[in-house]
């Protein structure tokens, strides 16, 4: 995934599906500017999107709207899900368990359907065989249904009777250690982001627009996550899980520059409206021109 769609996803999910979920292309391309992205590099992207049924778009005049499909739209509201859960869940003591034997022809198939168990939080538990201890099962239907493997897949809902204890389970089918590093990484870089920030948003030192790519940023570097981290339920996780402390960094820090870069969002996103009515207000032969 290049950087550029990447980062409309971030914007989609984070600004553009609580406004109505439909933006101008001219107002994203105005967005992902502030970032260092071309209009070419945006219209690519947005391309590819389209192709991979992300989103669609309609004509209005000669202007071009884009807004998330029903699958965009359902990946957008479960990654937001994850992304403000603050603290992980309570585990009912049973385990999903996906096993498949799919053939050769259909690797493709196959390769996608391990991407896919991935970012829902499924472990490799061995050769063939993902595990979950949460309730996955809608997601499991779903992607059954939607690469068409009902032939080659079983699914159980089970309890773990031993001989080890349910986290050994665990280390066999996450990498924990390494999991915990990244956001120890996250934490070191940010905690100290976050309180410069707050000192400059004090002192009048930052603006609008500034807010607006740091709190982008932010939640692009944090929704990596999504795809390392299972989301596990505490009664699994170390006693000392530096994931709850990223949590919480990422809430504070996040609410900090919400407001601003709303408001920044909210100017872009507004100012077609603007140029619109300015249109009719031209036809109308109402333009300032025409006055003294």
Request: hydrophobic share 35%; proline share 3%.
């Amino acid at each position: 995934m290049s950087n550029t769609q990447s980062m409309i996803f971030t914007i989609y999910g984070d600004y553009i599906r609580h406004y109505g979920n439909k933006i101008w292309i001219g107002s994203l391309i105005r967005l992902l500017k502030e970032f260092g992205h071309n209009e070419q590099s945006v219209r690519v992207a947005v391309s590819r999107m389209m192709k991979q049924g992300w989103i669609d778009s309609e004509k209005k005049g000669n202007k071009s709207y884009y807004f998330l499909t029903s699958r965009g739209e359902a990946r957008m509201e479960e990654a937001a899900i994850r992304i403000f859960k603050m603290m992980p869940n309570e585990w009912d003591g049973k385990w999903r368990m996906l096993m498949y034997t799919i053939p050769e022809e259909k690797r493709q198939i196959r390769d996608e359907l391990r991407k896919e168990l991935l970012w829902s939080g499924f472990g490799s538990f061995s050769n063939g065989c993902w595990i979950s201890p949460n309730n996955l099962e809608k997601e499991v239907e779903y992607l059954i249904e939607k690469y068409d493997i009902q032939n080659y897949v079983d699914f159980f809902v089970s309890e773990y009777k031993g001989p080890q204890a349910n986290r050994t389970l665990v280390e066999k089918s996450w990498h924990l250690q390494e999991l915990e590093g990244k956001y120890q990484a996250f934490i070191s870089t940010y905690s100290k982001q976050y309180i410069v920030h707050q000192s400059m948003m004090n002192s009048g030192q930052m603006t609008d627009a500034e807010c607006f790519v740091e709190r982008t940023k932010l939640v692009h570097e944090y929704r990596k996550f999504l795809f390392t981290d299972p989301g596990l339920p505490k009664e699994l996780l170390p006693e000392i899980w530096s994931g709850n402390h990223a949590a919480l960094l990422f809430e504070q820090y996040y609410k900090l520059l919400a407001p601003p870069a709303s408001h920044f969002f909210e100017e872009v996103f507004q100012e077609e409206n603007d140029m619109r009515q300015k249109d009719r207000e031209y036809d109308a032969g109402d333009h300032p021109l025409f006055n003294d």
